[in-house]
């Protein structure tokens, strides 16, 4: 599968992690920046990668800011797209197997680098299930199309 990541200045070094891990797992891992600790404006690189993955260009991605959540916020404003924060397993599993998460949030100032190893590894091994939950993402999604 291919990865996409993403990170600002403040989630840099989790990200240079996690794309070590990532591809250690079998994945092609895509960058979409920040490459150094210079401050970035993380709804750019949230854009960029959330784009990136409605072309095709990745089938997931993971974004990584200070808490997570700003990252979760700007790439659920890119249409079409459902972006999860996650900071336990739990939370990873039920993103991808009950919400059809595209993308997954850490925050490099509030998970430790083990537990973001497997926060990623659960989600990249599950899938959605549908069911009774396909019906609540349809409905999510025509909340954005009445916009």
């Known amino acids: 599968m291919r990865v996409a990541l993403g990170s600002d200045h ?6 240079e992690q996690l794309k070590e ?5 079998g994945h092609e891992v895509m960058d979409y920046g920040c490459s150094s600790h210079e401050p970035v404006d993380y709804p750019e690189i949230a854009g960029d990668l959330a784009r990136g993955i409605l072309k095709g260009e990745a089938e997931r991605g993971i974004l990584i800011c200070g808490t997570g959540i700003g990252m979760a916020m700007a790439a659920n404003k890119v249409k079409g797209i459902r972006a999860a924060q996650c900071m336990d397993v739990y939370s990873a599993e039920r ?7 595209h993308i997954i949030t850490l925050g490099a100032l509030v998970i430790g680098k083990e537990v973001a190893k497997s926060v990623v590894k659960t989600w990249l091994e599950s ?3 549908g069911g009774p939950s ?3 993402i349809e409905k999510i999604m025509a909340l954005e199309r009445a916009q």
């Open 95 to 101: 993103a991808a197997k009950s919400n059809n998460a």
């Open 134 to 136: 396909q019906r609540k």
């Open 127 to 129: 899938y959605f299930s």
């Open 21 to 25: 891990f990532v591809a250690s797992l």
């Open 10 to 15: 403040l989630g840099f070094d989790l990200k």
